[in-house]
């Protein structure tokens, strides 16, 4: 993922530490959820249901819900 604004701001609505975090492969769990809720909200869903819907396999077959049910892999339980 190249990011091209980098800040304390957002890039792009994602937080920017989250961007830099995925460019050096050194995600913290804290990221990984953040990054989620961030995804989750781009099809407007809030951060519980997305999970919800994630493990039941019951989010839109398109690039972020398919992304959502892998990141779901990755949070703790």
Known sequence: ???TQR???T???MPAD???AIE???VTEDQLQRLFAYEASLIGLEYDEAVRRA???TLP???IGL???????????
Request: glycine share 12%; aromatic share 0%; hydrophobic share 40%.
């Open 1 to 3: 993922m190249a990011v």
């Open 7 to 9: 800040s304390t701001e």
């Open 11 to 13: 890039t792009g609505g």
């Open 18 to 20: 989250v961007a830099e």
């Open 24 to 26: 050096r492969g050194d």
């Open 55 to 57: 493990r039941d396999g």
């Open 61 to 63: 077959k398109s690039p």
């Open 67 to 77: 992304d959502l049910e892998l990141l779901v892999e990755l949070l703790p339980a």
